[in-house]
């Protein structure tokens, strides 16, 4: 019942935490055991910052939008093709207080999705390499916004609407 509760504050914060609650409640602790996927179940919300990303071979940056993150991994939006399994150097910049704090991570390609046309191409990355500071910078960045109700909407719909504001000359339907 937590799981499906109306108001997104009330329920689970985490996969980690309902996979955990499952282990818990069932009798057979072998069949469930979730303790060793650790980086699958952080906290993600939708966070919009402007970044950059420079592939390993030491091109030029290119322009991309956080769209949500975790202290783990990120999706991104950019506007260049960008094959999956490809190294690259993340930069972007939080909100620290009054002004922001830069963060660099080598991070991997996972996954990608072009979204109508080669200019709007939306990719998942892992942070493979970050400092253990901006790691926890950012994790505290996601709870806080969390526990502040302003992560309460879908990523998606929250993506597409800010999308919008920013660019409206490349609406996505």
């Known amino acids: 019942l937590k799981a499906l509760e109306k108001r997104p504050r009330y329920r689970f914060h985490s996969c980690r935490e309902f ?8 009798d057979d602790k072998s069949r469930c055991y ?3 996927k650790e980086s699958r179940w952080d906290p993600r919300v939708a966070v919009y910052v402007k970044a950059r990303v420079q ?3 030491g ?3 290119i322009p991309a939008d956080t769209m949500n993150m975790s202290a783990n991994g990120a999706s991104l939006r950019i506007n260049t093709e960008i094959p999956i399994g490809s190294k690259i150097r993340l930069e972007f910049y939080l909100p620290d207080e009054n002004n922001y704090r830069k963060v660099h991570a080598k991070a991997t390609i ?3 999705d072009t979204l109508k046309g080669t200019e709007n191409i939306e990719i998942g990355v892992t942070l493979d390499e970050i400092d253990d500071k901006d790691r926890h910078y950012i994790a505290v960045f996601v709870r806080d916004l969390l526990l502040s109700g302003q992560g309460d909407d879908l990523p998606s719909e929250r ?6 504001q920013l660019h409206p000359h490349l609406r996505i339907d």
């Open 159 to 164: 993506t597409v609407s800010f999308y919008d």
């Open 110 to 112: 996972v996954w990608k």
């Open 19 to 26: 996979a955990l609650t499952l282990e818990d409640s069932t």
């Open 34 to 36: 979730f303790g060793d």
């Open 59 to 61: 091109s030029e940056y």
């Open 55 to 57: 592939l390993d071979d």
